[in-house]
């Protein structure tokens, strides 16, 4: 069961009309059930939406639909975590508890709503490896398996010119600070220095002295942030697959795509052992039987 409450109005003279915000409001529900109650909702704010823009200008449609606007998710489902896989199509997975224990799924794609109950998970101990949900052609697989190093470690291993991870006080960001503005940065504690290296701590001090008595709002800072470490991570990745690709290449034979084809360094290294010298050592078994060499000797081989 679910309500739809108008929370406030706010006039848009330059687009002649007024711009509405919603509050749904899930209530006894079960997760098999929202597919069809996003199916309602979809129908009714298709029809708002279509009253709002109808008589706009393609321009003002892309600016009033923000390109660039990540949005939040509140948690309206108590026990279920949502994760956003593409924020161009508000593409997300909701799920209760982890993986490898609870079983149903709800994936939105699009105008699609699905409820999965099975994913291909592979795990070691406590930690998620990779998580496939072949029905919807998606998989999850984590980049710290192929390169485990801190984040502020990127630009200067990828050489990301311009790039630099910013500074957050990630200790501030509670439920309570989440609308947050204050005329100057966070106290000193909130960013942890103590749990800082030596030279790291050095930089972020010197920094800090700089930037202290600049105005702070949580969540322009955490949007930035956000972006910024997304930017990194991304272009960091990129570059590593090139890297790969670029070194496994063989004639007209494309090289090697990590995330595409393994979950962990060892297995792309693996692969790569496999691809490149598995048709020599195969040679070299049949020139040695050939010359009735026994093959049995580490040593001959």
Known sequence: ??????????RMQKFNTTSTLYNVTFKDLD??????ILKSLKVLFDSIIKNITEFMDPSDLVRLCGKEEIKTFQRVLDGYQIHVVSKEHCNAIIYGGPAPE???????????YDVITTMQVIVTGSKL????????NIRFIDSINFLPMALDRFPKTFCLKEMVKGVFPHLFNTQ?????????????????????????????????????NDPFNLQEELLKCCRSDVDIL????????????????????????????CITIASAYNLVLAESFWSI???????????????????KL
């Open 176 to 212: 309570e600070n989440q609308h947050t503005n204050l005329p100057n940065l966070p106290d000193l504690k909130f960013y942890n220095p103590d749990g800082m290296t030596r030279d790291k701590r050095s930089t972020f001090m010197q920094w800090y002295e700089e930037y202290k």
């Open 102 to 112: 609870k079983k149903i799924y709800l994936y939105l794609h699009d105008h699609h």
């Open 1 to 10: 069961m679910y309500t739809i409450k108008v929370m406030g109005e706010h």
């Open 281 to 299: 050592k195969v040679s070299v078994l049949y020139h040695l039987m050939d010359t009735d060499v026994n093959i049995s000797s580490p040593s």
């Open 31 to 36: 997760i098999r059930g929202i597919p069809n």
């Open 129 to 136: 490896l990779s998580i496939d949900v072949p029905n919807c």
């Open 234 to 261: 991304r272009k960091g990745c990129l570059e590593f697959r090139k890297m790969m690709m670029d070194i496994t290449t063989k004639g007209d034979l494309d090289g090697i795509a990590p995330f595409e084809s």
